[in-house]
């Protein structure tokens, strides 16, 4: 795993492509870094991605 900045590039794939080598990483924002232990990728290929919130879904029934 690469040290340094990430590039655009590395972020313009496949989210389940992306997802994986995100797992490690280090997110660094000023003084406070976190090390990236799980992600998630929506929208594999084949699969309708889930609704997003912006989506109207439908109510659940009680």
């Not at 990728?41 to 609704?51: C, H, I």
């Amino acid at each position: 795993m690469g040290l340094g900045l990430l590039s655009r590039d590395f972020f313009d794939r496949p989210a389940h492509e992306v997802a994986p080598e995100l797992l490690g990483r280090v997110l660094v924002h000023g003084e406070v870094s976190v090390r990236l232990t799980e992600v998630e990728a929506y929208g594999l290929p084949g699969r309708t991605p889930p609704l997003t919130p912006t989506e109207d879904r439908p109510r659940a029934t009680r």
